[in-house]
């Protein structure tokens, strides 16, 4: 999947519903994929960079908050769109807790659906932005040895080189040489520069 693709995923036991929302979000630079059944989604389903998924939240078998539920536990923050013609207040609160993005209701306005949904991918690319950047942060913490990762650790309190060659029973050249190594290999010029990729990867 590339950057620039954009994927509404559309879940609906109700073939018709299908059918109606294939109509109201065609669009160019948009792909839809519809399925008829939770279980098939959930299969199917692979994160991507700019997505949503519009969701009935009454369904056999797996309902829709049992989708979104399935999804948080496996740590995927797809932006879901809830639809349904039984709009309780009980299930609307009870779909925004479990993190939903927005709650429409049957029958669904067209223009709405399209506003929502676009939102929503863009919430979506956010989400991806941010993943990445993490992933990124992650991965220059991991070219530092054990030891090195402590010493970064006392560094970011704003302990001094003494006072951190004490608490470890090292040499205050031997925590130097700690501090360069981690320097360069984090490319930080500052001790707040540390702190802050430090706090984001925690």
């Not at 519009?54 to 908050?65: S, W, Y």
């Not at 006392?154 to 608490?167: D, F, M, N, P």
Request: hydrophobic share 45%; with cysteine; aromatic share 4%.
């Amino acid at each position: 999947m590339v950057w620039g693709e954009q994927v509404v995923f559309v879940l609906d036991d109700d073939e018709t519903m299908l059918w109606l929302y294939r109509e109201l979000l065609r669009k160019p630079g948009i792909s839809i994929r519809t399925f008829a059944s939770a279980g098939d989604f959930l299969c199917a389903y692979r994160p991507g960079p700019s997505e949503c998924l519009v969701c009935d939240l009454r369904m056999p078998e797996i309902g829709g908050l049992d989708v979104q539920r399935r999804l948080s536990e496996t740590g995927i923050s797809l932006p879901v769109i809830f639809v349904s013609g039984h709009a309780e207040v009980p299930s609307v609160v009870q779909a925004m807790k479990v993190g939903a993005f927005d709650f429409l209701e049957k029958p669904v306005d067209g223009e709405r659906l399209l506003s929502v949904v676009s939102a929503a991918l863009l919430h979506s690319r956010s989400l991806h932005a941010a993943r990445i950047t993490m992933a990124a942060r992650h991965a220059r913490l991991a070219l530092l040895s054990r030891r090195e990762r402590e010493v970064a650790e006392l560094v970011a309190t704003g302990k001094s080189s003494r006072a951190i060659s004490e608490e470890m029973g090292l040499s205050v050249r031997t925590v130097e040489n700690h501090r360069a190594r981690l320097t360069e290999k984090l490319a930080v010029g500052s001790v707040a520069e540390l702190v802050k990729l430090l706090h984001a990867s925690a």
